[in-house]
């Protein structure tokens, strides 16, 4: 296992707990490079950060863009982000700003087959208001039986085809690349082993992703299964990116994995995090 958590979330977007507590967490499993990413929103990083230090924990301040590359959303990282770049935090509120309209077309999709003011609901769990996401609605979704729990939510709800999916325009792709990289941060492409797309199209992404300034990809994730981290590990090499690890934590029972730690990266794969991480001498 490797030390580095550089995926994370925090009730700043659709994490459960507080930003401190995310970090705290990580540190006491022994993290050393600790990430807070917020979907499209840095407001918490300085509070992961103060908690982090307390720890002896190195940090770094980090956001996961949303963005759309075609019919597809993908999701970009950004890893030591400045937080006040005027760049970033306008492109961060215009993503933001979209997610309102969108939120209350999902529950009027959702009335259409007998769930009611779901909006409303799922409201109760986003506390950062700005943020309303797909997970709040499966959260609320949960509490009134309508699936077990949210990854059976996100079987028959929220997704392509399913009541609740409308489709949605986020950043463009290289949009989300230029705000991050205004920031003085590295752009990373997050859990490619999510997209469903076949393997020409994903070659296609990832050229395009290079040529536009993205530095590196998740060859780990907590997404991601063996036969993914091996994919994506030679993928990886044969494009010159360096390699990110991740969990994508959200909550303790949402997934499988606990923030803090990743296994290690496939042999050849180059860590992004050499950047950062000062080894114990
Ligand atoms: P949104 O940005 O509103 O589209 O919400 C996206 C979030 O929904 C992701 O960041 C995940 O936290 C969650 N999510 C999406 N798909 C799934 C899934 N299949 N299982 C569990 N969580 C999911
Ligand atoms: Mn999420
Ligand atoms: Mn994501
Ligand atoms: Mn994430």
């Given at each position: 296992m490797v030390p580095v958590d550089l995926h994370c979330h925090s009730n700043f977007s659709d994490g459960l707990l507080p930003p401190k507590e995310v970090a705290r967490k990580a540190a006491e499993r022994g993290c050393k490079?600790?990430?807070?990413?917020?979907?499209?929103?840095?407001?918490?990083?300085?509070?992961?950060?103060?908690?982090?230090a307390l720890h002896g924990m190195q940090f770094l301040n980090g956001v996961e863009v949303s963005a759309s590359w075609g019919k597809y959303t993908l999701h970009v990282v950004g890893l030591d982000v400045d937080p006040a770049n005027p760049v970033l935090r306008a492109g961060l509120a215009s993503?933001?700003?979209?997610?309102?309209?969108?939120?209350?077309?999902?529950?009027?999709?959702?009335?259409?087959?007998?769930?009611?003011?779901?909006?409303?609901?799922a409201r109760k769990y986003a506390e950062n208001p700005e943020m309303i996401s797909r997970t709040h609605f499966a959260r609320y979704l949960v509490e009134i039986g309508a699936a077990k729990d949210t990854k059976s939510v996100f079987k028959k709800f929220l997704v392509r085809?399913?009541?609740?999916?409308?489709?949605?325009?986020?950043?463009?792709?290289?949009?989300?690349?230029?705000?991050?990289?205004?920031?003085?941060?590295?752009?990373?492409?997050?859990?490619p082993g999510r997209y469903e797309m076949g393997n020409e199209t994903m070659r296609v992404l990832l050229t395009e992703f290079r040529r536009l300034g993205g530095e590196a990809i998740e060859v780990v994730s907590g997404s991601?299964?063996?036969?993914?981290?091996?994919?994506?590990?030679?993928?990886?090499?044969?494009?010159?990116?360096?390699?990110?690890?991740?969990?994508?934590?959200?909550?303790?029972?949402e997934g499988a994995r606990e923030p803090g730690l990743?296994?290690?990266?496939?042999?050849?794969?180059?860590?992004?995090?050499?950047?950062?991480?000062?080894?114990?001498?």
């Open positions: 490079l600790f990430a807070l990413t917020d979907h499209d929103d840095t407001r918490g990083v300085a509070l992961a950060a103060e908690e982090a993503v933001r700003a979209g997610r309102d309209a969108r939120a209350q077309a999902m529950s009027d999709s959702l009335a259409r087959v007998g769930l009611d003011n779901v909006l409303e609901g085809g399913k009541p609740g999916y409308v489709d949605h325009e986020w950043a463009r792709m290289h949009e989300s690349i230029d705000w991050i990289r205004a920031a003085g941060g590295v752009a990373v492409l997050a859990h991601h299964g063996a036969a993914e981290v091996g994919r994506f590990g030679r993928l990886a090499q044969e494009f010159g990116f360096e390699a990110s690890c991740g969990t994508d934590y959200h909550a303790t029972g990743n296994p290690d990266l496939p042999i050849g794969c180059v860590p992004v995090w050499a950047r950062w991480l000062q080894e114990a001498a």
